[in-house]
């Protein structure tokens, strides 16, 4: 009579799913590589991440700007810099429909006047050779840019920009001066370190300048009449969104 046989160790459930994955993926390994291939795809993957990533750190710096403007109304004690007059007045103290009509209103004017400004640089670069230059040279320097990124550039930029500038800069300008003084302070003073900060290495940019420095002008008197920032917010973001949009697919000739 034969001897029984010594039992035969049991797999482990994981071990024989390793065998299966490994016996279906062989071919994978066995198959010849391609190194050129395998350079392409790296040059691509790289080239789809880089944009993203570019957005990801605009979003980042403009998010710690509004941060830093809400933070900045805080200590001057006006935290919530959406609104100008920081007392409560006959308009903050309506009813919330009407508060939200008011809201609603403004955000139509600021689309209605942000597609006419758009309007207005679609005749520039119809007109002029400095329009079409800088229009290159954005071209140049952004690359190419999904809707994705566009939208979220042009958000990010918007409230950021606006909620420092108009927002914390322009209130805390008003107050060092009484009265109408004050407030061309506020106005142009903020409106001039808002075209600082949109100055371009070289004299091509200057228009680029004295434009930021017009509509800053007028996002600070919009501030003033409407009380609240929806409306300059939304005038930024639709000039932003359509004219990035416009630079990143259009090629103008020189």
């Known amino acids: 009579r034969r001897p029984p046989s010594p039992p035969r160790p049991k797999r482990s459930r994981k071990r024989a799913r390793f065998r299966k994955i490994y016996s279906v993926s062989q071919p994978l390994y066995t198959s010849p590589v391609n190194v050129n291939e395998l350079a392409g795809a790296r040059r691509l993957?790289?080239?789809a991440l880089a944009?993203?990533?570019?957005a990801g750190r605009v979003t980042a710096f403009y998010a710690a700007l509004t941060a830093a403007a809400v933070l900045w109304g805080a200590l001057r004690g006006h935290p919530n810099v959406l609104l100008f007059e920081s007392e409560p007045s006959l308009a903050a103290s309506l009813h919330a429909s009407h508060r939200a009509a008011q809201l609603v209103?403004?955000?139509?004017?600021g689309v209605a006047m942000g597609l006419l400004l758009v309007v207005l640089t679609r005749i520039l670069h119809a007109?002029?050779?400095w329009a079409r230059v800088l229009h290159s040279e954005f071209n140049d320097v952004l690359g190419v840019l999904s809707d994705r990124e566009i939208l979220l550039l042009a958000a990010a930029s918007a409230i950021g920009e606006e909620f420092l500038f108009r927002g914390a800069l322009l209130l805390h300008l008003k107050a060092l001066?009484?009265?109408v003084a004050g407030l061309l302070l506020a106005i142009f003073g903020s409106s001039a370190i808002f075209a600082l900060l949109h100055i371009?290495?070289?004299?091509?940019?200057?228009?680029?300048t004295l434009s930021s420095f017009i509509v800053g002008v007028l996002l600070a008197a919009v501030y003033v009449a409407?009380?609240?920032?929806?409306?300059p917010i939304a005038i930024h973001f639709t000039?932003?969104?359509?004219n990035l949009k416009d630079i990143v697919r259009r090629q103008l000739p020189a």
């Open 226 to 231: 409407l009380g609240d920032l929806i409306a």
């Open 105 to 109: 209103s403004s955000a139509a004017i």
């Open 45 to 47: 993957s790289v080239a």
């Open 127 to 129: 007109r002029y050779d």
């Open 239 to 242: 000039v932003n969104a359509l």
């Open 51 to 54: 944009p993203r990533s570019r």
């Open 200 to 208: 371009g290495p070289g004299a091509r940019f200057l228009p680029w």
């Open 177 to 179: 001066l009484p009265g």
